[in-house]
């Protein structure tokens, strides 16, 4: 039949792409449909343009779900250690920057290269630049209506992401379907996404923007412990991107500005030796200037040393070591690099991930709940759960 295949796919990101490369080496008959002019368009902008595409020390304990155990069989199904041995069949050169995050030497075009090779492979159609305006179900299988015409599949996977940047074509098109089709969602919200601040808050450290630092930073029991960076608007850097995915409106994050320093024995030390200074030069020891200076103005003590009693030290390490601060919110989808939340796991099949309500449905990648920490995790995830749906469709 004229436009029937065993799968479609919809979304030619980083999971419907390996899907559908896995899909078609097993003979099913596969079609990518696509709303954007070019496939993988997140993956070429990742990374700085060179896609931290995995992570050596990934684990299900980097990954954020209502549902922790969910992400378990695919990723020990498709581990990092797999995908690297793809990205080196393909000679793509690549380094390990930092904490495990594995980027390409080149250009992330290399591993969007390297995966349409891997749908040639498995013979893999694709269509670009369609506009989906339904989709439905029958006895048969699927009916997916474009604007370039109607398509029939026995499976049909979603892989359309999440909301998150949506200058690149992001929307919620994935959570639309997968409530036509009963299916309940987790409420979605922008993670690792920079922090922003009140108008009073901002005015405490309007001098700081641009500045980074090396930092602690915390929402309850989880910490991470990375680059800060002053914005105009507020806080960002990895650490902060990091935390952003545990933060929720109303709660402290609490910063360490000095990590793995003994700040109080410092200044005890500094007080004896040098008890003519001022807090804020012996700050600088351990700050930058500018943020030395905050510090000590938050505690407002005497002006030397010699006459801080240790309360008074106490609430300068404190200054340092606990500076609690209350976001008034994120920067929403605009900058936001993934999407928490998503189709509820509960009601996919963790091996499959074929949709329990409705069989040979698939949802995977982003627009599943499951969300990975910052540094190639959730690259990761786009590739496992990839591969295990297209496995099974």
């Known amino acids: 039949m004229l436009n029937s295949y065993d799968v479609i796919i919809l979304g030619a990101g980083a999971a419907g792409l390996m899907c559908a490369g896995t899909a078609g080496q097993r003979g099913r008959s596969v079609l990518l449909l696509e709303q954007a002019r070019a496939p993988g368009e997140k993956i070429r902008i990742s990374g700085g343009g060179r896609c931290n595409f995995t992570n050596l020390h990934t684990t299900p304990a980097n990954f954020l779900s209502e549902n922790p155990q969910f992400c378990k069989s695919a990723l020990k199904g498709f581990t990092q250690q797999d995908f690297i041995a793809l990205v080196d069949k393909y000679r793509i050169d690549y380094h390990e920057k930092t904490r495990g995050q594995l980027f390409c030497d080149g250009s992330a075009q290399q591993i969007i ?15 670009l630049g369609v506009k989906i305006t339904s989709v439905s179900k029958n006895e048969s299988g699927f009916v997916v209506a474009t604007d370039q015409g109607e398509y029939r599949g026995k499976s049909l ?8 940047i949506p200058k690149m074509g992001a929307s919620a098109f994935g959570y639309k379907t997968a409530q036509q089709f009963g299916h309940a969602m987790v409420p979605p919200r922008a993670g690792l996404v920079p922090l922003t601040f009140d108008v009073g808050m ?4 309007k001098d700081l923007a641009g500045l980074a630092v090396d930092a602690a930073v915390s929402v309850g029991k989880t910490r991470f412990e990375e680059a800060l960076l002053f914005t105009h608007r507020g806080l960002s850097g990895p650490a902060v991107l990091q935390i952003s995915s545990y933060w929720r409106d109303g709660l402290d994050v609490v910063i360490d500005m000095a990590p793995d320093v003994d700040v109080l024995a410092g200044l005890k030390q500094a007080r004896r030796e040098r008890p ?3 807090l804020a030069t012996v700050l600088t020891e351990l700050l930058p200037k500018r943020l030395a200076q905050m510090a000590s103005e938050r505690v407002a003590g005497p002006q030397r040393l010699a006459d801080y009693s240790d309360k008074f030290l106490m609430a300068a390490t404190a200054a340092v070591k606990e500076w609690r601060v209350r976001p008034n919110g994120t920067e929403g989808y605009r900058t936001a690099e993934v999407t928490l939340g998503g189709v509820d796991t509960t009601e996919l099949s963790s091996k499959t991930f074929e949709s329990k309500l409705v069989p040979g449905l698939y949802f995977i990648g982003e ?3 499951v969300t990975g920490h910052l540094g190639g995790f959730n690259f990761q ?10 496995k099974h469709v």
């Open 276 to 278: 003519r200074q001022e």
């Open 157 to 164: 996977v979603v892989a359309t992401g999440g909301p998150s």
């Open 367 to 369: 627009v599943v709940d």
């Open 202 to 205: 901002l005015a405490q450290f």
């Open 381 to 390: 995830w786009a590739w496992s759960s990839g591969v295990a749906a297209g």
């Open 113 to 127: 290269d390297m995966l349409l090779a891997e749908n040639r492979r498995g013979d893999a159609q694709m269509r």
